[in-house]
């Protein structure tokens, strides 16, 4: 890697090459006489001399350190000149750059785009890896310190890079005494420039399996023209001497950014959807949003992954397909996939899917189809082709657990599991119950994470209270137009525009709609209120969710849902079996038994349950049906009898007694 020979220097071409590191010295400079005149036209200078910069690291700088230049002397100009312009001592770029190609991005290698938690291998993100090149620079010093060390590298060679250092220390220190406008801009160019080359980086090497050593190409003929083939990177990791000049494109290489992304493909929506929410929003519109959001992610291969029009999903769920795709390393030209959530999480939420009630695997109507061929040194030898085939991949649901106590006379206290990322089939409606669950307590968890104001507020402990339950209730969005009475009492909760909240109001751990209103004494917790809808005077919401314009008058109801227009007037809607017994639950896909704790009622839109009415766990009111108290549970006190007697009346004979003040009706 380190012999030079007179064709080595012609085919270099070294004036080719000094025009990337020119370029940045010009750019500098009409950084610096501008910047006193014209701060836009002085920003655009800056950001050209980084991106020379970045180029004359990843062409010029780096063909210096193929051919050996200054290597063998104990000073070189050259070194000097470059260790200037870069921004960091050359020869430690140079030991950098070797062990970069000695471990060609695993976890040794001091630019990997990798990192170890807790014994596991996990990508590095784009940004972070970019905008945090110092801390990466600061990790190799250490390890190239340890390297000398144990003897794996020269004294003489850290001579070279301590006197590179000194020089580079002297040079910074005297423009910032003497020219500190010049030493601002010098320093943003060199941060600006190393951002851009650890980008370029990342691109050449990204993350896509632990056990996977990739490298990756440009094969544009004009882009490798016009930078003196830098996009052939696979090519030069297959021969490192060689010069750049002589690097031709290699059909096994890898394509950058072309054929190992993975693309998302979803056709066809419900019909049955069209009309339903999901966290207060139409349900295509939350589903677009999360899909067109949703980060590029690499593989070895390029993958389609085809949603079925029954997924409902969201951005994290999208990202754990990927993530799990993006390792797989097997043959399949088609992959089935399987969520596997711990038991909790399955009960509660997935136990009404079509799944394997022994495993808990949850099939998904998604399939990723192969897009491109695998790579011939991949394949089988017999005949090199590719075989169809279709396996099946499975994805554990990361959730948040969180115990519940309950009252000893109902049941022993539970450990509750809300997954952390919603892929869930819609089957029933119950299925819609159970998505914005799943939305509402990830989507807090996010923001709870963004908001270190509530993190602030936090610190300071209250009545033994976990810290993670201080920072949880200090948590609340409130638009500027909601009404909040005083004394209502709002923790961990958003409440939208023109919405009024009434006297000693509780809401925890919710989402408020737009104009809603929440009579005296109303409680909600861990739920979501369409817009326009009105919770009455003391009612209890638990665990639910309603959409646009619902009307709810005492209550309680819990994990229930409510469509759009539907009405419950002091219905009391039976979560719970007493007997243990799982719920039983009609499905389009035939009875299932619903496995979980506690499960209520769903009201179709326009549904309407009257006051005295009894809803069994499980049951779904269809759209506009009015559901009210059988006659035959009146029953009417004769006379010379101690208790009311069961008497089934016609709506008439009901009329006639009432008219009588002397009978007692009791429904």
């Avoid at 754990?320 to 992959?335: D, I, W």
């Avoid at 029933?428 to 968890?445: T, V, Y």
């Avoid at 201080?470 to 409440?495: D, F, L, N, W, Y």
């Avoid at 008219?659 to 007692?664: G, I, L, Y």
């Amino acid at each position: 890697m380190t012999s030079i020979t007179s064709n080595d220097l012609k085919a270099r071409n070294w004036m080719t090459l000094s025009i990337y590191p020119i370029a940045e010295v010009f750019f500098l400079v009409m950084a610096c006489i501008f910047a006193g005149k014209n701060l836009s036209l002085a920003g655009l200078f800056i950001l050209l001399a980084a991106v020379s910069l970045s180029f004359s690291i990843h062409i010029t700088f780096h063909e210096c350190v193929h051919a050996g230049i200054g290597i063998k002397k104990s000073f070189s100009p050259i070194s000097a000149l470059m260790t200037l312009l870069a921004g960091v001592p050359f020869d430690g770029y140079r030991l950098h750059h070797f062990n970069h190609h000695r471990f060609n991005n695993s976890i040794e290698d001091y630019s990997t785009t990798w990192r170890k938690v807790k014994g596991n291998l996990l990508p590095r993100r784009f940004l972070i890896y970019g905008l945090g090149w110092p801390v990466s620079f600061f990790k190799a010093r250490q390890a190239l310190k340890q390297e000398r060390k144990t003897g794996r590298s020269s004294l003489e060679v850290h001579k070279k890079i301590r006197t590179q250092a000194m020089l580079l220390l002297v040079f910074s220190t005297t423009f910032i005494v003497a020219f500190s406008k010049v030493a601002l801009i010098y320093f943003m160019v060199i941060y600006i420039g190393w951002v851009l080359t650890s980008l370029h980086n990342f691109l050449q090497h990204p993350p896509m399996s632990p056990h996977l050593t990739l490298t990756t190409s440009i094969k544009n003929r004009f882009y490798n023209k016009l930078f003196s083939n830098n996009g052939l990177h696979w090519e030069h990791h297959d021969n490192p001497s060689a010069p750049w000049s002589l690097l031709k494109a290699n059909k096994l290489s890898v394509p950058i950014r072309k054929s190992h992304k993975i693309h998302f493909q979803w056709d066809e929506f419900d019909s049955q959807l069209s009309e339903r929410q999901l966290l207060g929003m139409r349900a295509k519109d939350f589903l677009t949003n999360e899909l067109t959001g949703i980060a590029t992610t690499w593989s070895r291969y390029e993958w389609t992954i085809q949603i079925g029009k029954s997924l409902l999903f969201d951005r994290a769920g999208l990202m754990l397909l990927a993530k799990a795709l993006s390792g797989y390393e097997g043959q399949a030209t088609t992959l089935k996939f399987y969520l596997k959530p711990d038991d909790q999480a399955f009960d509660d939420y997935y136990s009404l899917q079509e799944s394997d009630s022994t495993s808990k695997l949850v099939l998904l109507p998604i399939f990723a189809v192969r897009s491109v061929p695998i790579a011939r040194e991949t394949l089988s030898e017999q005949n090199n082709k590719t075989v169809e085939s279709t396996e099946s991949l499975e994805i554990m649901l990361p959730s948040i657990r969180t115990e519940v106590p309950f009252p000893t006379s109902l049941r022993a206290p539970v450990l509750a599991s809300a997954p952390k990322a919603l892929l869930l089939a819609f089957q029933s409606d119950f299925d819609l119950l159970f998505a914005n669950q799943i939305l509402l307590i990830s989507q807090l968890n996010q923001r709870l994470l963004r908001d270190k104001a509530a993190w602030v507020k936090s610190l300071w402990p209250r009545g033994g209270t976990p810290w993670k339950m201080r920072v949880a209730c200090a948590h609340k969005k409130i638009h500027p137009t909601a009404q909040i009475h005083p004394t209502a009492v709002i923790e961990g909760s958003e409440i939208k525009a023109g919405a009024r909240i009434g006297a000693h109001c509780v809401i925890r751990f919710s989402s408020i709609g737009a104009n809603v209103r929440l009579h005296d004494g109303a409680k909600v917790e861990l739920s979501l209120v369409g817009d326009n809808s009105w919770l009455m005077h003391d009612l209890v919401l638990y665990r639910s969710y309603t959409e646009d314009n619902v009307f709810l008058i005492h209550g309680p109801y819990q994990f229930s849902a409510f469509q759009s227009k539907s009405s419950a007037f002091a219905t009391i809607m039976m979560d719970y079996r007493p007997d243990s017994k799982p719920i039983r639950v009609n499905t389009p896909i035939g009875a299932k038994l619903y496995r979980g704790c506690f499960l209520g009622a769903v009201l179709k839109p326009d549904a309407k349950t009257l006051g005295g009415t009894l809803v069994a766990p499980g049951t779904i009111v269809p759209s506009e049906t009015w559901l009210g108290p059988s006659r035959d549970s009146i029953h009417r006190l004769k006379e010379k009898t101690k208790f009311p007697i069961k008497q089934s009346l016609s709506a008439v004979a009901v009329t006639e007694l009432s008219k009588n003040s002397n009978t007692t009706l009791d429904s």
